[in-house]
């Protein structure tokens, strides 16, 4: 059952970087189970451009994501009158392996054919999958979920990190939806082995899985009706904050909701083997976290096309900060992650 405070939390979240701190509040905690989330609210940024998503854009036909017979990089080509934004996580579906995209990618109108970084999350195929074409992806309806997964991407760079952790993930997925079912007197169907023996995709497509994560889904998906001042969310799993992500506009946060909440659903059903019960953290902490963030020692990256990362790293947590070169260097995407 959802559980929600009554309260708007008047502190301000200190996103010094490029905005003004008091251009964000926070609401919340609205909690199902163990994930509870925080709502972050605040003004568009002046310089913000609109973009189509990657799932939206491939939808519509919009863009072609190709395969190249690298692991580690793709090429994608806009061909209509939009901008795209690819987000770090989202999940290719199709070619000869699925892939993740680490970095976030801005992909202008008639952009042509430009090359993308990615890493493989379907370890052994190597060729067609069913009726899937092995010369492009056909769909990105899911992103990574799983802290651990994000980073090995993100942060390490690293195609046996990830295949580890993709292992991993898997692992925990199959045991918690396993142990939901025998909770309720039922046996699991279609075990993630027998369905998928080594893709994240298709894992995060089997049965038990969208069951479990849907519980989450269909009590928190509407907290955003009727707020149209939302810019972002943190979100914290057993009481513990795991991330949070805060865009340049209220309409590209809006596209993001529910490939994000389906991300943190799916995180929280891998992590309620942990009996504990819990409390989620209060406003206070989660400003505190993420300012500590934006603290952090920082170092850059230059994304083909024109986004730029800016990374910041303390002990306890990480903040990536995608901004627009055809933008004047204004920010459109924050992710904070915990350690």
């Not at 690819?86 to 000869?96: H, R, T, V």
């Not at 918690?176 to 995709?201: H, I, K, Y």
């Not at 059903?269 to 993420?290: F, G, Y």
Request: hydrophobic share 40%; aromatic share 6%.
């Amino acid at each position: 059952m959802l559980r929600r405070s009554a309260f708007y939390c008047a502190c301000l979240l200190g996103l010094s970087l490029a905005a003004p701190a008091g251009d964000h509040r926070l609401s919340g905690p609205y909690t199902h189970d163990n994930l509870s989330i925080f709502l972050i609210h605040g003004a568009n940024q002046p310089s913000a451009k609109t973009f189509l998503t990657l799932q939206e854009a491939l939808d519509q036909k919009k863009v072609v994501v190709y395969e190249t017979g690298n692991v580690n990089q793709l090429a994608v080509e806009n061909f209509s009158t939009e901008d795209v934004y690819i987000q770090s996580g989202d999940i290719a579906k199709g070619g000869q392996q699925d892939r993740v995209f680490p970095d976030d990618f801005l992909l202008p109108s008639k952009s042509g054919r430009v090359p993308i970084a990615s890493f493989c999350v379907e370890q052994g195929r190597w060729t067609r999958r069913g009726s899937e074409r092995a010369d492009r992806f056909n769909a990105s309806t899911d992103a990574v979920a799983m802290k651990s997964l994000k980073l090995a991407a993100r942060k390490k760079e690293d195609q046996a990190a990830v295949w580890q952790e993709v292992a991993m993930a898997r692992s925990q997925l199959a045991q918690a939806v396993e142990v939901s079912a025998e909770r309720v007197g039922g046996v699991a169907s279609a075990p993630l082995a027998s369905t998928s023996p080594t893709s994240m995709q298709l894992a995060l497509e089997n049965k038990n899985v969208t069951k479990a994560a849907g519980a989450y889904i269909g009590e928190l998906s509407g907290i955003i009706d009727g707020q149209p001042d939302i810019v972002g969310y943190a979100f914290a799993i057993n009481g513990k904050l795991n991330s949070a992500d805060v865009y340049a506009t209220h309409d590209l946060f809006r596209r993001m909701w529910p490939k994000l909440l389906k991300a943190s659903s799916i995180e929280a059903v891998a992590e309620k083997l942990d009996k504990r019960k819990s409390s989620p953290p209060d406003a206070l902490a989660i400003q505190a976290a993420l300012g500590d963030a934006e603290h952090g020692r920082e170092s850059t990256k230059d994304i083909a096309s024109r986004a730029k990362v800016v990374m910041r790293e303390t002990e306890k947590g990480l903040l990536f900060e995608t901004r627009d070169r055809d933008q004047q260097g204004a920010w459109l995407h924050r992710s904070y992650v915990m350690k």
